[in-house]
């Protein structure tokens, strides 16, 4: 069985991306605008910046969330509304708007999620990808207390699937955003 707690293990890694017929820097003006993440996003409902000057490397947004009890109903995670805290660590306009989600301590981990924007004929290719190396501090304490091993391979598998469908189904969300302007 995978160590999912263990140095250099990818536990979660999906992208999805669109053509958008918008130029870079007006998808990168929206996307770095995580206030407005209630109109594309499949979790999260908007939120505040708390630290830093927004959208700027260093900045910290905490972000408004709401799970229903549909996805992988059976995993013993967050359903409702909950709070998260990530820090920009990339943010490069036009280009690329990366971010991690912090612990409880306002520590980096490895859940990392990002934007990413490349010019072509047109408009924009519009890139959104999640990678979650090492278990986050909420993940972690799952794994401990509610799942054997079968039960974290499943998890696993079930839930990368459900992060697949909430990248793309936000990819197109944000195309729709952006085109209707």
């Known amino acids: ?40 996003s499949v979790e999260c409902r908007g939120g505040t910046w708390v630290r ?39 943010a490069v306009p036009g280009k690329v708007f990366r971010w991690v989600v912090l612990d409880s301590a306002r520590k980096r981990q490895e859940s990392t999620w990002s934007f990413e924007i490349e010019a072509v004929a047109g408009g ?23 799942l054997d091993e079968g039960g974290r391979e499943r998890f696993v598998r079930e839930w990368n699937a459900k992060l697949a469908a909430d990248v793309r189904a936000t990819v197109e969300h944000l195309k729709y955003v952006l085109e209707k302007g």
């Open 52 to 90: 830093g000057v927004p959208r700027e490397v260093g900045s910290v947004f905490r972000g408004d969330n709401e799970r229903s009890a549909e996805p992988v109903a059976w995993a013993p995670v967050v359903r409702g509304s909950w709070r998260t805290e990530a820090e920009v660590v990339e």
């Open 124 to 146: 924009s290719l519009l890139t959104h990808h999640y990678r979650l190396g090492r278990l986050t501090e909420g993940l972690a304490k799952i794994f401990s207390a509610g």
């Open 1 to 40: 069985m995978t160590d999912y707690t263990r140095e250099g293990v990818t536990t979660f890694d999906v992208r999805a991306e669109t053509f958008v017929a918008v130029p870079p820097d007006k998808v990168y003006d929206t996307v770095s605008d995580l206030a407005r993440s209630a109109e594309w």
